[in-house]
């Protein structure tokens, strides 16, 4: 069965971390570029972060550059965002999507989502 599964999402108070897992199951992770995007309350999804398949670069949302880092661990078939200096515009509901390219708007298969919560 193909999966993406998100993890490590939850409440953290301004200015904290956290890391995003990004597990996939039913296929090889690397074949793909591997972007996050997230979602908050009555905005539309946007693209966060993206890693590429081909050679391991990352692309990162104005908004969020200098903050957050996307990596990928193939070995564990795994991504990950780690999400540093959070703030509460960070609050959203994050994906991650198994994509052709980063500069692709298709997107092969999504996760569920995991929330994350910046508040004090």
């Known amino acids: 069965q193909v999966q993406l599964v998100e993890s490590g999402g939850g409440l953290v108070q301004p200015g904290g971390s956290l890391r995003l897992s990004c597990a996939a199951s039913g296929f090889t992770l690397d074949d793909y570029a591997i972007g996050w995007f997230r979602q908050a309350p009555g905005k539309e999804r946007e693209g966060v972060s993206c890693?590429?398949?081909?050679?391991?670069?990352?692309y990162d949302t104005d908004s969020v550059k200098g903050r957050f880092t996307i990596s990928r661990d193939n070995a564990k078939n795994t991504v990950y965002l780690q999400m540093n200096s959070l703030k509460p515009e960070d609050t959203a509901v994050y994906y991650c999507?198994?994509?052709?390219?980063?500069?692709?708007?298709?997107?092969?298969?999504w996760g569920q989502g995991t929330p994350v919560t910046v508040s004090s």
């Open positions: 999507a198994a994509k052709t390219a980063c500069h692709s708007t298709w997107i092969k298969y």
């Open positions: 890693i590429s398949d081909s050679d391991g670069s990352t």
